[in-house]
């Protein structure tokens, strides 16, 4: 391995790993264990314990962790000492297979819906054998799910791995439908794209909004935003190059492949996305990824800002999540092939995923969904909230061939031949452009889902999107049951695709997602258009939802229940925080800014024998601002304290999505005001400009 990517993996107890460490019929039977095809007993998981904690002495770990993705959405780990006492009152080194394999963290203080008392604090661990155990900061990380004392999921992993095996067992079955007995499981395959923003430390620590929030909850535009659009993919600022060294190496010795790197769109916005994996380990990597990037920010004097939107009237972020399936014989099932017009099989699941997508909008908009992506789904640099897919002319005009049962081509789809330019040998044909303001976007070998928000844990809406297309697999498999020969098996599953077509061809669109015509097509074509994230959250009491969920053993109802609950407790927390932390701002910087600013233009008009016009001027406005200001928060602390008085999380959430919102908008166009003519002399905190300039 070249010099510096020698220490790749360095940090994972990874399969290589433990082939190197384990007795060959102890691996044999974790290999068996992690494809399903056998479970481990005490002495096997006694072995591995040993080889494992061997291994972390011996790259310097001292404590051993679950390391598991509770309900708040990001990680949590409580850390234990591999040392105990031994008879003799010495000190010895002890690791189990009870201590790898299950843990009991008490946890009792994370959110559960009603699935366990806060009295009860029996909640439990249990190692997740598909995903490598790793260290991190002189600690063992073993993978875990979170589940109650009586196997319910408390964690965002349990409903994900249920989600991987049902999508597997329904993909696998109709690949041999189709005529490949040789497939034996499917996987889905993630790529994760992650956006942030990077800021000088000294300015966060001035902005009590961004440290208890995450985003600006006030802030006048800057002079120059990212109109020139200079940002984008310019040249990497020194610092912010050194930075994104120390995260590359960090990354790598956590074998994730951290692989493209650029400036984004927005000034001091940048992204990082690393090579495919499946499914499970992608969302680990990027759970891992956003704590190094914050992590190592700050030893560069910087902050990093995961926020779907820090900064308004600039683009905000989101973390795209790039998602197809393929078998263990190593075929994308969404790979086109040659002549993607006679690929039954991409066909069929093509069109399995758009029925999948136009049957539970609601359900994969709501995976995608918090109260930091209400800021950005919609707005210009955003998928809108509706759900639409774009497939490419190319494809999308086979499907409608195929639809129409016509197969001459239409005058719009491109040649699949080009002729050569010169120094190239041959042009590779590229099966789908790219449309940005679609939210699903076919892209040559997978689809692009890019509504999820750049602060998300990315298991839930992979949860959703392995489920939904489990079930519309599992639908088409049945049409398919009781034909005998391929023959008549291809041609029903080709009249499957035309129905699929005829209903839900509402559901692609290939024009401009973020136009005021493609919100009245959509009404016009019966989409739906879910404006926020607590609005959304009703289709978890849905009856086809439910059905869908708890037939797959993904969750069960009281889950469901739970996790809306928690989702409208988290809204409302949320929103509660951020109207606390703007009035407290106004309070304590803006009004006495506003004060100390008029009494200096006071004092200079009374020393003046002929007072300019610009103080009488300013006086008035300040005076008029202060006046606007003091009103605007006072409107904002009663209708605040109005929604803390009803009696439910969801009605809360509601109001405070459409009343209470209202009032902080009113209150931050004053406040953006006042500091469009604020004295720097007066007004200290941090500015558009200081916070995006300056790097």
């Not at 965002?156 to 249920?162: E, T």
């Not at 919609?378 to 759900?387: M, T």
């Not at 098996?489 to 005021?516: M, Q």
């Amino acid at each position: 391995m070249e010099k510096p990517f020698e220490e790749f993996g360095s940090l994972v107890f990874s399969e290589t790993a433990m082939k190197e460490r384990l007795p060959k019929p102890v691996y044999l039977s974790w290999k068996r264990t992690v494809a399903n095809e056998g479970t481990l007993d005490r002495p096997t998981a006694d072995s591995i314990a040993h080889a494992m904690k061997r291994w972390a002495l011996e790259h310097g770990a001292t404590h051993y962790t679950h390391w598991f993705q509770p309900l708040t959405g990001t990680t949590a780990e409580k850390h234990d000492a591999f040392i105990d006492p031994d008879s003799a009152g010495e000190p010895m080194t002890h690791f189990s297979g009870k201590n790898l394999i299950k843990g009991e963290p008490d946890a009792s203080s994370f959110p559960s819906g009603g699935l366990r008392a806060t009295f009860e604090a029996r909640g439990y661990t249990y190692w997740d054998v598909t995903s490598p155990a790793f260290i991190k900061d002189n600690v063992l990380c073993i993978p875990t799910v979170f589940v109650s004392y009586n196997g319910e999921s408390l964690d965002k992993k349990d409903p994900l791995l249920k989600s991987i095996k049902a999508l597997s067992a329904a993909s696998t079955n109709v690949v041999n439908i189709l005529g490949d007995k040789d497939v034996r499981s499917c996987t889905a395959v993630v790529g994760l794209e992650q956006e942030y923003f990077l800021i000088d430390k000294k300015y966060f620590d001035l902005r009590p909004d961004l440290k208890l929030t995450g985003r600006t909850l006030f802030g006048a535009p800057a002079s120059k935003g990212q109109e020139l659009s200079d940002h984008y993919f310019g040249a990497l600022p020194r610092r912010v190059s050194e930075f994104m060294s120390d995260v590359d190496q960090e990354l790598w010795k956590l074998g994730i492949f951290a692989k493209t790197e650029h400036n984004e769109v927005a000034p001091g916005q940048f992204e990082l996305a690393p090579v495919y994996s499946n499914c499970n380990m992608a969302v680990d990597d990027n759970q891992l990824m956003m704590e190094i990037l914050a992590k190592t920010a700050e030893k560069h004097g910087l902050a990093c800002l995961l926020h779907e939107k820090p900064f308004d009237g600039i683009n905000g972020s989101g973390k795209h999540n790039n998602w197809s399936i393929t078998t263990d014989t190593g075929q994308n099932l969404f790979s086109p092939g040659e002549k993607p017009a006679e690929n039954i099989r991409f066909l069929v699941f093509v069109c399995a995923f758009i029925k999948a997508v136009d049957e539970n909008a609601v359900l994969l908009r709501m995976s995608a969904s918090s109260a930091g992506n209400d800021h950005r789904l919609g707005a210009d640099e955003a998928p809108p909230a509706i759900i639409s897919i774009y497939l490419g002319s190319y494809i999308e005009n086979i499907l409608y061939g195929l639809y129409m049962g016509k197969k001459e081509k239409k005058k719009d789809t491109p040649d699949t031949e080009f002729n050569p330019i010169s120094g190239l040998s041959y042009i590779p044909h590229d099966n789908s452009d790219r449309n940005r303001t679609s939210p699903v976007a076919f892209t040559g070998n997978k689809f692009e889902f890019r509504m999820l928000g750049s602060s998300m844990s990315a298991a839930e809406v992979n949860t959703v999107l392995n489920a939904i297309m489990a079930k519309s697999l599992n639908e088409i498999a049945e049409e398919l049951s009781g034909l005998k020969y391929l023959q008549d098996i291809r041609a029903k599953a080709l009249d499957i695709c035309r129905d699929i077509i005829d209903k839900h061809k509402r559901i692609l669109f290939s024009g401009d997602g973020y136009s005021e015509e493609w919100v009245k097509e959509a009404k016009r074509r019966g989409l739906p258009n879910i404006r926020s994230f607590i609005e959304s959250i009703d289709v978890l009491d849905d009856e086809d939802t439910i059905a869908m969920l708890a037939d797959l053993g993904i969750y069960t109802e009281k889950e469901l229940a739970a996790r809306k609950a928690i989702y409208a407790e988290q809204y409302v927390s949320v929103m509660g925080i951020e109207v606390k932390t703007m009035l407290s701002m106004v309070r304590k910087s803006v009004l006495p800014s506003i004060t100390a600013e008029i009494h200096f233009y006071e004092e200079a008009r009374g020393s003046s024998a002929k007072p300019a016009r610009f103080l009488k001027d300013r006086c008035a406005h300040l005076q008029k601002l202060i006046d606007g200001i003091y009103d605007a928060a006072d409107d904002l602390n009663k209708e605040y304290e109005a929604v803390l008085k009803l009696n439910s999380a969801e009605k809360a959430g509601l109001a405070m999505y459409t009343t209470v919102s209202e009032k902080m908008n009113a209150l931050r166009t004053l406040i953006d005001e006042y500091e469009t003519i604020a004295s720097s002399e007066f007004y200290k905190l941090p500015s558009y400009e200081d916070m995006l300039f300056n790097l």
